[in-house]
């Protein structure tokens, strides 16, 4: 729940903000959606999620290959 709300940047792109998680059997899906309500799902993994900072608001991101496509 501290995570909703949270802005997801890879590097200086913004995709917008934390709606929702997703409990699925292996890892958490984060539901990230834009102004336009694009939504973008992305897993919750080492290698995703580079840094969470709660206080100032934001989730730093590195997406897999193909995810956006």
């Known amino acids: 729940a501290d995570i909703i709300g949270l802005e997801v ?3 200086d ?3 917008g903000k934390i709606t929702d998680c997703i409990q ?3 890892n958490d899906v984060y539901i990230v959606e834009d102004k336009s309500k694009n939504q973008i799902l992305i ?3 080492k290698d ?3 840094e969470t900072n709660i ?4 989730m ?3 997406l897999p ?3 956006l496509d």
């Open 9 to 11: 940047f890879e590097g």
């Open 13 to 15: 792109i913004s995709y």
């Open 24 to 26: 699925t059997g292996s």
């Open 43 to 45: 897993p919750a993994l």
């Open 48 to 50: 995703v999620i580079l």
């Open 55 to 58: 206080e100032k608001g934001y």
């Open 60 to 62: 730093k991101v590195k």
């Open 65 to 67: 290959e193909g995810l």
